[in-house]
């Protein structure tokens, strides 16, 4: 009996620890995350919503996985930028403008991984490296 309660004892805590692990590409997604949690809070909650639900008329949701995830890729330009075109989003056009913001690729890197795996995305991780390539093809 005291073998089989060393033994389970063990092997929950092997199983315990590898669980627990993680990979530095998820620890590098999840710190991106929390900062562009902060980012969307201090930037963009107060147009887009707590829960990216938009602002009536004036401003779009951000919960449209369809749209978020083909236009991935116009994100950086659409944050750096500002956006002055009409966007068509759950089927409703949208024809306010959004103002630029002046932020570091980095900020830009984590606040899309912020809106693109949350509010029910799960898009995955988002470097600096893309915001940089995505920005020299805005349109």
């Given amino acids: 009996m005291r073998k089989l309660i060393i033994l389970l004892s063990f092997s929950f805590t092997v199983i315990c620890i590898f669980y627990s692990c993680q990979t ?3 620890v590098q997604r999840d710190a991106y995350y ?3 949690r902060d980012l969307y809070i201090r930037h963009c ?4 919503g707590e829960k990216g639900e938009g602002l009536g008329e004036l401003t779009p949701p951000l919960t ?3 749209f978020m995830k083909q ?3 116009q994100l950086a ?3 750096k ?3 002055s075109k009409p966007l068509t989003i759950h089927g409703k ?3 306010g403008k959004m103002p630029d913001f002046n932020l570091a690729p980095i900020d830009i890197a984590q606040l899309i991984v912020y809106i693109t795996n949350g509010f029910g995305h799960k898009q995955g991780m988002y470097t600096p490296e893309q915001v940089a390539a995505d920005l020299n093809k805005c349109r």
């Fill in 64 to 66: 449209d996985s369809i």
């Fill in 24 to 26: 530095a590409d998820s």
């Fill in 45 to 48: 909650q107060n147009c887009h």
């Fill in 71 to 73: 236009n991935k890729t």
């Fill in 77 to 79: 330009c659409f944050i």
């Fill in 34 to 36: 929390v900062n562009g």
């Fill in 93 to 95: 056009v949208y024809e």
């Fill in 81 to 83: 930028n500002g956006v």
